[in-house]
């Protein structure tokens, strides 16, 4: 047995799941990590309008096939190195291309009980082998209301399907809501601010496992990172 201690832990990276409403931002926050971490986006819902002016590289995934061509690029491909950040947008429907495969293999038109149990494996299988690389990991997700069966609150969650929904955060070590709030900009013009919540308040499911971002942040990933690794907090 090797006994380690924290303070050798040397840490780069981030791993992030933002959720939220359509049109919120979630898209556009895995395009602000560029110039400064060249990133690659995984694009399952062809949505990536909002970043078109980044100049960010993305691959399209329609089926498990992509989805395992495009990790095994990160993991083995020279070509691949240039990258510091990969994006899945959204895990939404990288859920439901799992369980599209799933039910292909079974042959199945509908899926059983058996098949929701599969899809978890599946999916922690997923979320796990991106996760794990040595480059940063951002994977969107819409979002969803769901009522406390004994307080009647109702909490927005990220939108997952089965057991992962309840388990999900535990895999990230940022978990976002991505939201927005009408505003006024300098001249007096309506314009729509777009923010991030960093915890949990209640309502919204948040964590923030550096313990370093303030409730509420700017929806910039270079913000957040050097604010967690450098520790300069920005209201």
């Not at 990536?48 to 992509?66: E, F, Q």
């Not at 990160?74 to 990288?94: H, P, R, V």
């Not at 307080?151 to 999900?168: A, H, L, R, S, Y």
Request: proline share 3%; aromatic share 8%.
């Amino acid at each position: 047995m090797e006994i380690k201690n924290t303070a050798d832990i040397s840490v780069n990276k981030l791993n992030i799941l933002i959720y939220g409403e359509p049109g919120a931002g979630k898209t556009r926050f895995t395009g602000t990590a560029q110039p400064r971490f060249k990133t690659l986006v995984g694009s399952a819902e062809s949505g990536l309008l909002s970043i078109r002016g980044l100049g960010v590289d993305y691959v399209d995934i329609k089926n498990m096939d992509d989805l395992r061509e495009v990790l095994e690029f990160l993991k083995l491909s020279n070509d691949a190195k240039k990258y510091q950040c990969f994006a899945i947008d959204s895990g939404t429907e990288i859920q439901q291309v799992c369980m599209e495969s799933i039910l292909r293999e079974e042959k199945r038109d509908k899926a059983q009980i058996a098949d929701w149990g599969t899809l978890n494996t599946r999916m922690v299988g997923v979320i796990r082998a991106f996760r794990d690389l040595s480059i940063s990991f951002i994977m969107t997700a819409l979002e969803e209301s769901e009522g406390d069966k004994i307080t009647g609150e109702v909490k927005v969650v990220p939108c997952f399907q089965g057991k992962i929904q309840k388990t999900i955060s535990g895999y990230f070590d940022e978990v976002f809501y991505a939201g927005t709030q009408a505003g006024k900009d300098e001249s007096g013009k309506d314009k729509i601010k777009h923010y991030i919540l960093t915890r949990n308040n209640g309502k919204y499911m948040g964590k923030d496992r550096s313990g370093k971002l303030p409730l509420y942040v700017r929806p910039d990933f270079c913000e957040i990172y050097d604010t967690i690794f450098n520790n300069q907090p920005k209201e």
